[in-house]
T-cell receptor, first 116, second 114 residues
Framework: DAGVIQSPRHEVTEMGQEVTLRCKPI?????LFWYRQTMMRGLELLIY????????DSGMPEDRFSAKMPNASFSTLKIQPSEPRDSAVYFC??????????????FGEGSWLTVV | AQSVSQHNHHVILSEAASLELGCNYSYGGTVNLFWYVQYPGQHLQLLLK??????LVKGIKGFEAEFIKSKFSFNLRKPSVQWSDTAEYFC????????????FGPGTRLSVLP
């Protein structure tokens, strides 16, 4: 089975440029999460969706960040304009939720972003 | 709000030493508990999970964890670590009735010396 698929795996961009990260969750999963990981701040939840609807975006750093989930199989995280402090690994994760116990979250391999 | 704490930021052990990593959570209801491992340069991978039943859970690579409800704890153990266990370990909680969010602890970095 395909896991969570993220692209690009690595991106280097100049400050001020727009960055779009993409994620395809595991088929059948209805919850999708975006995390950011840095040495200084560790693993931070940015936003999560349930059934394509954003449930909690309180972790989104500022208005430069936006996330969308137009359908059950695709999500984007956009940074516009990007800044050097946005350099991090961005992980997408998905799970099958719905009130049942035993749901597990699965992570993609991450998008390694460097803003210079 | 849910929160997860991990007792140690960085643990250094020699090969064959025993390991115990602490994890405590704050939530009084029914919870699902997880340990994830992140090897250097890789993504988080599930190590083991507890949903219900036997509070002693066995995972991959010889790891196990014990759920102690009265202590709100879910400590990770391994009787004899290997150099290949060098990684960062994250405890996570998902409360059945607290939305669908997973709350992760800050992580514990384990360094195993050969």
């Amino acid at each position: 089975d395909a896991g969570v698929i993220q692209s690009p795996r690595h991106e280097v961009t100049e400050m001020g440029q727009e960055v779009t990260l993409r994620c395809k969750p595991i088929s059948g999963h209805n919850s999708l999460f975006w995390y950011r990981q840095t040495m200084m701040r560790g693993l931070e939840l940015l936003i999560y969706f349930n059934n394509n609807v954003p449930i909690d975006d309180s972790g989104m750093p500022e208005d430069r960040f936006s996330a969308k989930m137009p359908n059950a199989s695709f999500s984007t995280l956009k940074i516009q304009p990007s800044e050097p402090r946005d350099s991090a690994v961005y992980f997408c994760a998905s799970s099958q939720q719905g009130g049942r116990p035993g749901n597990t979250i699965y992570f993609g391999e991450g998008s390694w972003l460097t803003v210079v | 709000a849910q929160s997860v704490s991990q007792h140690n930021h960085h643990v250094i052990l020699s090969e064959a030493a025993s390991l115990e990593l602490g994890c405590n959570y704050s939530y009084g209801g029914t919870v699902n508990l997880f340990w994830y491992v992140q090897y250097p340069g890789q993504h988080l991978q599930l190590l083991l999970k507890y949903f219900s039943g036997d509070p002693l859970v066995k995972g991959i690579k010889g790891f196990e964890a014990e759920f102690i409800k009265s202590k709100f704890s879910f400590n990770l153990r391994k009787p004899s670590v290997q150099w290949s266990d060098t990684a960062e370990y994250f405890c996570a909680v998902n409360a059945n009735n607290y939305g669908q969010n997973f709350v992760f602890g800050p992580g514990t970095r384990l360094s195993v010396l050969p």
